[in-house]
Nanobody
């Protein structure tokens, strides 16, 4: 069973940058599409970015385009989320997730099979 652990959250001022990483263990990482989601207090979990398993095709939510970049290193079993020009509205718990079924809509959280425990990102104004 795949296990995921996120790193890199913290407190940053608006306009700053953070890089989140998510390390996978217990499975063949390269088989899984990977996604990042976030959840702010009182709000639903929302899609942030995803990267496919084979082609490395990426998807980023509109509010983060031009600011966030998702990437993966299969040799290190790790997926990254580089976040630049952070805004207070980016404050949330960020979760990484893994999905093994090819062809699923990677923007939908319930298509994912495995989840990390999350890391807090707080952006101060």
């Amino acid at each position: 069973q795949l296990q995921l652990e996120e790193f890199g959250g913290g407190l940053v001022q608006a306009g700053g940058s953070l890089r989140l990483s998510c390390e996978a263990s217990g499975g063949t990482f390269s088989r899984y599409a990977m996604g990042w989601f976030r959840q702010a207090p009182g709000k639903e979990r929302e899609f942030v970015a995803a990267i496919s398993a084979r082609s490395g095709l990426t998807y980023v939510t509109d509010s983060a385009k031009g600011r966030f970049t998702i990437s993966r290193d299969n040799a290190k079993n790790t997926v990254y989320l580089q976040m630049n020009s952070l805004k207070p509205e980016d404050t949330a718990v960020y979760y990484c997730a893994a999905e093994v079924n090819a062809g699923s809509d990677l923007r939908v959280y319930y298509n994912y099979d495995y989840w990390g425990q999350g890391t807090q990102v707080t952006v101060s104004s």
